[in-house]
Nanobody, 119 residues
Framework: QVQVVESGGGLVQPGGSLRLSCAAS????????MGWYRQAPGNKRELVAI???????NYADSVKGRFAISRDNGKNTVYLQMNSLKPEDTAVYYC?????????????WGQGTQVTVSS
């Protein structure tokens, strides 16, 4: 069994910062890519940032230069540092991890954490 748990969301003023964390636990043999997606009301879920096991990061154009993704492989944890937040960053943020477990390879989602940017 695998569990993926996000934390760190909340309410922040425009221009502020938040750091999201996501920890995967369970019978994990190998962790491949780890990433963050977000979904605002009425919108489709979109990729925010993704980090490969070799350290290659890709970002949505809308967050480049403001967000930074990192990971701690020893803890199967991925982070998203969000700076200079804008109201349009308001969304539920979901963690997605690509894992190899005793049950085989698969992708797993967290339950989501709400980020609200508002004055």
């Amino acid at each position: 069994q695998v569990q993926v748990v996000e934390s760190g969301g909340g309410l922040v003023q425009p221009g502020g910062s938040l750091r999201l964390s996501c920890a995967a636990s369970g019978t994990i043999i190998t962790t491949y890519s780890m990433g963050w997606y977000r979904q605002a009301p009425g919108n489709k879920r979109e990729l925010v940032a993704i980090l490969s096991s070799t350290g290659t990061a890709n970002y949505a154009d809308s967050v480049k230069g403001r967000f930074a993704i990192s990971r701690d492989n020893g803890k199967n944890t991925v982070y998203l540092q969000m700076n200079s937040l804008k109201p349009e960053d308001t969304a539920v943020y979901y963690c997605n991890v690509d894992l190899y477990t005793i049950g085989g390879r698969g992708t797993f989602w967290g339950q989501g954490t709400q980020v609200t940017v508002s004055s």
